[in-house]
């Protein structure tokens, strides 16, 4: 009996790499499976993309595309790694970092933040833009779940897992333009009196150090973080 007959799979260029994928698949996830690291923030792998961030961007015939949100199609050719993507990474990056309150050596994520990983992967030497950090509040009234919004890079990612995982629909993001912010969804607009728990998915997503439990400081001293060794780039199985 003759071997089934597998056709090999369809493929698109990748900076001119072949990169298999599956139907449905979009650019980012096919790179990530084929080992290729696009930087990225917003998206995740449990989680339908959104494309807020931009970060992903690569050029196919001179459009700028999400990666994370375009569908793969055989014989795309895509960049990736050119100078001018780059330069675009980085300033979305520093525009994020003048926007809030991400000053690493006081933040506890440090190390695990993965703004402050992708800002590393991009060589990132100064913020280039005035720092505008507007207002925003903490919010400490729960006894088990720390919210500072002034570090909320409004990727999404809790407000996604609280629906899809947890099943509560806590976070939402709401307002416009700098006064966009993280909204949780209780009768005083706080942590204290919602459905969010300490085990919940969404307090343990949150890319950067805007969500995360309580009295967690320094469980995994600096120097022993995920980026702290490795280059994001390095760490395929991150998000
Ligand atoms: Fe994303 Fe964290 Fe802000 Fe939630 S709190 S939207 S996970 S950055
Ligand atoms: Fe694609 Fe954020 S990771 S837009």
Sequence with gaps: MSAPNHPAPETFLLDGRPIPFTPGQTLMQAAQAA????????HHADFDPIGSCKVCSV???????????MPA???LVVESETPELHHDRQRLTQMLFVEGNHHCPFCEKSGACHLQAVAYHLDMQDTHFVHTA?????????PDVWLDRS???????????SREV???DVFAIGGRGAHTTLLVNSPSGQLHDSDV????????????????????GF???????PYDAADIAQRPEDS
């Design 166 to 168: 947890d099943g509560k």
């Design 59 to 69: 050029r196919i015939q001179g459009r700028t595309v999400a990666s994370c949100t």
């Design 134 to 142: 507007p207002h925003h509040e903490v919010d400490a009234t729960h």
């Design 35 to 42: 080992g290729v690291y696009i930087p990225h923030l917003c």
């Design 73 to 75: 199609r055989a014989d």
């Design 151 to 161: 570090r909320c890079i409004l990727c999404e990612l809790c407000v996604r897992a």
């Design 197 to 216: 728990a300490v085990t919940d998915r969404a307090v343990h997503i949150c890319p950067v150090g805007a969500l995360m439990p309580k009295r967690q």
């Design 219 to 225: 469980v995994i001293p600096i120097g022993q973080r």
